[in-house]
Structures are given as C-alpha cells and as structure tokens.
C-alpha cells in the first residue's frame, strides 16, 4: 500500500484538473463568497436600525468588532481542530455557524444591541474557521503546478460576495426589510448539502491519520479514475499496511507551532501587515476622497468603485503570477507597489492633472497590489506548514494578522486625534502620514515572504520534506 500510495500521489500531481478538481474548488469559492457575504451584511443593516434604535458610539462599535474578535477566535479553534478530526467536518461546521448565527439575527428584539453583537460574534468565529480550512483542503487535492493560482482564484472570489450584500441591500431591502436580509443569510447552510456530496476528506490528512484505503478511494475519485469517493471501507482495510512513506503524523498542538519558528514568522507577520495596510486603507479610501474632493459620499462611493475593481484585477493578476514567478518574489512586488503607490497618494492628495484627481489615481494602482496580496497571503500561510500542522498554523496566521483590524484603526485615530477607533473620521493633516503608515506594512509584508521557502512547483510531500529537515530556501 505504501508503494501504492506515491504512485497516487504521483498520479494526482501528474494528473490535468478534473471535473471532480472542479467540484472541490467550486464547494471552496461557494463558501468564501457566501460568508463573506453573511460577514458584511451587517453594514447595510446598521444603516437601517442606527437612528430608530438610537445607538451611540459604543453599542456600534461592540457590534461591529464583535465579528472581527470572533474571527481571530474561530480561525485558531477550528483551524487547530481541523488537523484532528479532518478538513471535510470542519468545512462543514463553520458554513453552518456563521450561515444559522445570521439567521438567528432575524429574531433580534427591537433596540437589543446585544443580542445582535452575541450572533456578530458567531458570524465571525464562523468565517475565520472556514477560511483557515477551505485552503488546505483544496491545496491537498490539487496538482503543485496549479496550486497557487487556484488558492489565489478562490481568495479572489470574496469580494464578490461583498458585493453580493450590498446588491440585495440595495434591491431587496425595501421588500424584505432588514430581518429578511438576515433570513437570506441562511441560504450557505444549504451549501452543506453540496459539500457532502462534492468534498470528501483532503487524502493528505487520512493518509497522515493511518486511513490509507480512504486516502486511495479519494485519491482516485479526485483524478477521475473513481466515481464515487465514499465507498464503504472495511474493518480493518488499514492494519496490515507497513508504512514506508511515513509514520502516521502525531495529533497537532498548539505549542508545536514553536518549533518551526520560520513558518510563524512569515505566517504571521504576512498576515499581519496585509491586514493593516488593507483595511486601513479600506477604511479611509472612501472618506478621504470626500474630503480631498470635497463631493459627497455617495459621489465619493462611486469613484471608489474603479479602485475596488482594481484591486478585484489584482487579486486574479497576483494569483497567476504566484505560479509564474514564485510566492516569495509575487509577495515582495506586492510589498514594494503597494508601498510605493500608497505613499504617492498620500503626497500627492492636492495634485490634479487638469480635472482628475491624482490621490483617486494612485490609489487605484495601490489596490492593485494592497487588495492583490490577499492572493498570496492566505493561500501561502497555509504552505508553509507541515502536513499534520497545516491548518493550525493557517488559523493561527489568520487569528494574530486580524488585530491588523484594530491596529489599523487605531494608528488612523492616532493620526487624526480621534477617539473613535472603528471609523476615525479624515483630516488633511493626517493623510501623509497615515498613507506612509500603510505604505510601511505593505512593504514590511513584501520583506518578510523572502524569509520563507518557495513552496512554487513542489508537492505538498517536497514541502513537508524540506520543512521537517530544517532545509534553507529552495
């Protein structure tokens, strides 16, 4: 069996994306798009119920930092669960928490802020869960040679259940009012369904917990030389196997994180400075151009369109190039562009060229790699673990990279003397320096990828091969 077993690891990297490749990719896209979907429906909402619930700064801000403290939350606890009990219950468990939490949101009592913020917090355990386990499980059944433009198309998918949120907002909330947005949230439950019937579990995690005959019947099913993946395996298939490709993978533990120091170092801080410098630049994208332009919001709402589809173009650009050029240098271009473009936005906020506003440009062409390095960030935080830690180190990368949420918000307060942290409100003296604050993490990101292994063309086996020997950067 043990034989066996590299000839199909052989075959699944050999093999072209199958219909069933596409099936496990599609289940993946599905769930990032619809939970975010579900994670940003609270801003449309809040538009509703702010004045007849007449909620101070507080109360808003505990609702919306409930989801982000969940997130955090979630992706370290299902992502250190999911290296034990398998990828597939996990996917699962997460697309149920986050899609029911929205739908219990349609019974909020009139006024009762915290019963909202109790479920926010739900939504967010459940998205940063399903985010640290629909990567690995995808990158241990596709071929190494497609595996950074498929993880990168998957993460460029989210912005379009963003998207999605506000479209339903925009035309369904006169209908429904703001309970039935909730009660359309719960529709990813019914994903659930697709996912037992599309996903079986990664065969790199049954392979690694003894479930060879599992692992083979997966294996098979994934290149298309099986129809069905969930055969009945006999008592006992497994217990004669000698096991010569490698011992079964001990139970991950928090602590064994520690012993790859490299992994966590460019895990976390990557994750780290993205968020930082995405979503503090998200977070005043629109504002500043009001103030700069002096137009109103909904004006300024639409001409961040163009930088959001930029940074949409980016994201599919980057996971291309992941493949082409290699994690580490797509992630240090990331790091030098959006540092450099972020900065000239920020001197340039009074320069025009005849009527067009050149902050507006520059911040178009810094989305491009600021929004673009999610392509790399999530789908590389996840390679650079061994096997039996993949999932923990991912959910542990994604949990320390989203007090990016906080610090960002935090560092613009500090630059405009404001006291609120969740939306600190713009003034022209604070721009510089703010835009060079989010340069600075965008560039500290792109350094930090040359501290990590190229993981571009090597198979998950190579990876944990050269992880496990301690091996520089190959």
Known sequence: ?????????????????????????TAAILGDLLEFFDFFLIGYVLAFIIVPWKLNYGQTSAVLLSAGIGAMLGAAFFGAVADRVGRRPI???????????????????????????????????????????????????????????????????????????SVLAAFLSQIVGWRGLFLIGLIPALLTLLIRAWVPESPRWLVSRGRYKEAENAILWAIGEKRR??????????????????????????????????????????????????????????????????????????LFISVTLCGFVGRLFWSFCSDWLGRRISGLLIGIGGCTFTILAGLNYNTFYGSVSMIWVFMIIAYFFVDGGFAIVGPYGSEVW????????????????????????????FFAGSSNIVSPKATIDAIVPAFTFMGAFALLTGITYLFGIETRKKSIEEIDAILQEGKGVA
């Open 229 to 302: 993946f969930n055969e009945k395996v006999e008592a006992g298939a497994d217990a004669a196997v000698k096991v010569e490709v490698h011992e079964i993978d001990p139970k991950a533990r928090f602590t064994d994180l520690f012993k790859y120091p490299r992994s966590l170092l460019v895990s976390w801080i990557t994750n780290l400075g993205q968020q930082v410098a995405y979503y503090g630049f998200t977070l005043w994208g629109p504002t500043i151009l009001t103030l700069v332009l002096n137009i109103p919001a909904a004006q300024a709402a639409k």
């Open 386 to 413: 061994p096997r039996h830690l993949r999932a923990t180190g991912m959910g542990s990368a994604y949990g320390f990279g989203g007090l990016g949420k906080i610090i960002g918000p935090i560092a613009l307060a």
């Open 1 to 25: 069996m043990a034989s066996q077993l590299m000839v199909l690891y052989d075959k699944l990297e050999k093999s072209r994306l199958t219909a069933n490749h596409i099936k496990v990719i």
């Open 91 to 165: 996917f699962i468990a997460t697309v149920l928490c986050f899609s029911i939490a929205t739908g219990f949101m349609y019974w909020t009592p009139e006024g009762n802020w915290i019963y909202l913020t109790f479920f926010r917090f739900f939504v967010g355990f459940g998205l940063g869960g399903l985010y640290s386990v629909d990567l690995p499980l995808v990158q241990e059944f596709v071929p190494s040679r497609h595996r950074g433009r498929i993880s990168g198309i998957i993460t460029s998918c989210v912005p379009i259940g963003t998207m999605l949120g």
